[in-house]
T-cell receptor, first 108, second 116 residues
Framework: RKEVEQDPGPFNVPEGATVAFNCTYS??????FFWYRQDCRKEPKLLMS???SGNEDGRFTAQLNRASQYISLLIRDSKLSDSATYLC?????????FGTGTRLKVLA | EPEVTQTPSHQVTQMGQEVILRCVPI?????FYWYRQILGQKVEFLVS????????KSEIFDDQFSVERPDGSNFTLKIRSTKLEDSAMYFC??????????????FGPGTRLTVL
């Protein structure tokens, strides 16, 4: 089983749509979880941290299910500017472990 | 807003040559990292560094690689004898905390290394 697994997509959605991404991780000892966004040939940028209680930042909602080792990201009211690759990140002791990323294309 | 900077943005080198990639982490951060991303693939961890020592390194980080913090601001990655498969984007990152006290890592814009 891969350390962090994501559906690579692409997800092609119309503007205004709601889209959800999922991620699973293999190490039950992982302690911190994040979603990063990566634009083409750019560096990963933090989108949001993920907490067990769930957290929301504007149109973005992240959820963590430790029992199932599953992380999700929900984007409501998609904008053209949301087009990017979304990286699921799980921490090791002194490192980040990245998923392959899920590509999102928001269409006009 | 403070940010991680990296130089050069693009480095082209011949196979077998040595390269040094440079990074200036965010000033009050204590933990430093190098990652790489081969085109079309995921971001992969190379090495983490704290208190002038390597904290953890991956299988990729073999004897051809080394890291150094030569002064109070720079953090460098050296590849002694580059191979074609070293061609990738190399990202530096830093965080205020690390280890069991996980903290957000901030990434620099990357150095694109092309080995011919």
């Amino acid at each position: 089983r891969k350390e962090v697994e994501q559906d690579p997509g692409p997800f092609n959605v119309p503007e205004g749509a709601t889209v959800a991404f999922n991620c699973t991780y293999s190490n039950s000892a992982s302690q911190s979880f994040f979603w990063y966004r990566q634009d083409c040939r750019k560096e990963p940028k933090l989108l949001m941290s993920v907490y067990s209680s769930g957290n929301e930042d504007g149109r973005f909602t992240a959820q963590l299910n430790r029992a199932s080792q599953y992380i999700s990201l929900l984007i409501r009211d998609s904008k053209l500017s949301d087009s990017a690759t979304y990286l699921c990140v799980v921490t090791g002791t002194y490192k980040y472990i990245f998923g392959t990323g899920t590509r999102l294309k928001v269409l006009a | 807003e403070p940010e991680v900077t990296q130089t050069p943005s693009h480095q082209v080198t011949q196979m077998g040559q040595e390269v040094i990639l440079r990074c200036v982490p965010i000033s009050n951060h204590l933990y430093f990292y190098w990652y790489r991303q081969i085109l079309g693939q995921k971001v992969e961890f190379l090495v983490s560094f704290y208190n002038n020592e390597i904290s953890e390194k991956s299988e990729i980080f073999d004897d051809q690689f080394s890291v150094e913090r030569p002064d109070g601001s720079n953090f460098t990655l050296k590849i002694r004898s580059t191979k074609l498969e070293d061609s990738a984007m190399y990202f530096c990152a830093s965080s205020r905390l690390g280890g069991r006290e996980h903290d957000t890592q901030y990434f620099g814009p990357g150095t694109r290394l092309t080995v011919l």
